[in-house]
């Protein structure tokens, strides 16, 4: 009997695995910009045109349907007048669907600037099919500010503990005036009369104008002027100036950069 030599041969198989789809995510709404919707402009008034995706695979997707819920499930409803309306356009988006939400009142942003309105989302549309999944999202609506309010004259205390202004900052076009002290020794809360040969015909007065604090070199924030105003989209467009007392104006010093408080 004829022997032949043991050879073993290896190789690689590759298993593909599919995972099947279930319809377990409801459609999601899509669609441009910010809904908004700008305070006191008379009702009916446009807010938003939205479509949808779905994420599971286009058998269980488009056609959509949206609808409203009912006023009791519903936080712009009340007593059954709606604040906003949904039309339902089923040939929209090429068939898949489209709701355009209107505003049917007059809206006050200093009362309430967003109103959150709920959408029942379905897919599959039209096919009657057990497998439909139906879901709820929420739609954010803004109210646009409009400047309608006058700001009220403000206040705010402000408790000053200690600010520190011995240490000067001093010249060093001065240097020579120090001697062999240095500049440190020369930083005091007064300038000494060592100095005045270097501050010429000016005087010491003079080079005291010319010399700037330590402590000042950078600004300590010590408080943030307000106006109090019901509208809040013009915040970032006011501006303040220094109105008094004179006095005072060599000490505190007013940011030109606006800022707000939250």
Same mark, same amino acid.
């Given at each position: 009997?004829?022997?032949?030599?043991? #050879?073993?041969?290896?190789?690689?198989?590759?298993?593909?695995?599919? =995972?099947?789809? =279930?319809?377990? *995510?409801?459609?999601?709404?899509?669609?441009?910009?910010?809904?908004?919707?700008? /305070?006191?402009? +008379?009702?009916?008034?446009?807010?938003?045109?939205?479509?949808?995706?779905?994420?599971?695979?286009?058998?269980?997707?488009?056609?959509? %349907?949206?609808?409203?819920? @009912?006023?009791?499930?519903? @936080?712009?409803?009340?007593?059954?007048?709606?604040?906003?309306?949904?039309?339902? +356009?089923?040939?929209?988006?090429?068939?898949?669907?489209?709701?355009?939400?209107?505003?049917?009142?007059?809206?006050? %942003?200093?009362?309430?600037?967003?109103?959150?309105?709920?959408?029942?989302? #379905?897919?599959? %549309?039209?096919?009657?099919?057990?497998?439909? !999944?139906?879901?709820?999202?929420?739609?954010?609506?803004?109210?646009?500010?409009?400047? *309608?309010? @006058?700001?009220? $004259?403000?206040?705010?205390?402000?408790?000053?503990?200690?600010? +520190?202004?011995?240490?000067?900052?001093?010249? !060093?076009?001065?240097?020579?005036?120090?001697?062999?002290?240095? &500049?440190?020794?020369?930083? /005091?809360?007064? &300038?000494?009369?060592?100095?005045?040969?270097?501050?010429?015909?000016?005087? &010491?007065?003079?080079?005291?104008?010319?010399?700037?604090? /330590? #402590?000042?070199?950078?600004?300590?924030?010590?408080?943030?002027?307000?106006? @109090? +105003? &019901?509208?809040?989209? $013009?915040?970032?467009?006011?501006?303040?100036?220094?109105?008094?007392?004179?006095?005072?104006?060599?000490?505190? %010093?007013?940011?030109?950069?606006?800022?707000?408080?939250?």
């Amino acid at each position: 009997m004829p022997r032949f030599p043991s #050879s073993t041969l290896t190789g690689t198989a590759t298993l593909i695995i599919f =995972v099947d789809d =279930v319809n377990d *995510n409801a459609p999601e709404l899509v669609y441009k910009g910010v809904p908004m919707v700008m /305070e006191l402009e +008379d009702p009916p008034k446009f807010v938003i045109l939205f479509s949808a995706i779905d994420r599971d695979t286009p058998q269980f997707g488009a056609p959509f %349907r949206f609808a409203l819920p @009912p006023c009791e499930e519903n @936080p712009t409803c009340h007593g059954g007048v709606l604040d906003f309306t949904m039309q339902f +356009d089923e040939d929209g988006d090429h068939g898949r669907g489209v709701g355009m939400v209107t505003a049917m009142k007059k809206f006050h %942003r200093d009362q309430q600037k967003y109103h959150y309105l709920p959408i029942i989302t #379905s897919d599959m %549309r039209g096919t009657n099919s057990p497998l439909s !999944k139906t879901g709820t999202s929420t739609l954010t609506i803004e109210i646009g500010d409009m400047n *309608n309010h @006058p700001h009220a $004259d403000g206040h705010k205390d402000i408790f000053i503990y200690k600010y +520190d202004f011995k240490v000067r900052k001093i010249s !060093k076009s001065l240097a020579p005036c120090c001697g062999k002290k240095g &500049l440190n020794a020369c930083a /005091e809360s007064v &300038l000494p009369e060592s100095l005045a040969p270097c501050c010429g015909k000016k005087g &010491l007065n003079a080079c005291a104008e010319s010399v700037l604090p /330590e #402590s000042l070199a950078d600004d300590i924030v010590i408080g943030i002027v307000y106006a @109090p +105003d &019901l509208d809040d989209w $013009d915040v970032v467009d006011k501006h303040y100036f220094f109105k008094g007392p004179p006095d005072m104006a060599k000490y505190f %010093r007013l940011a030109s950069v606006n800022v707000c408080e939250g």
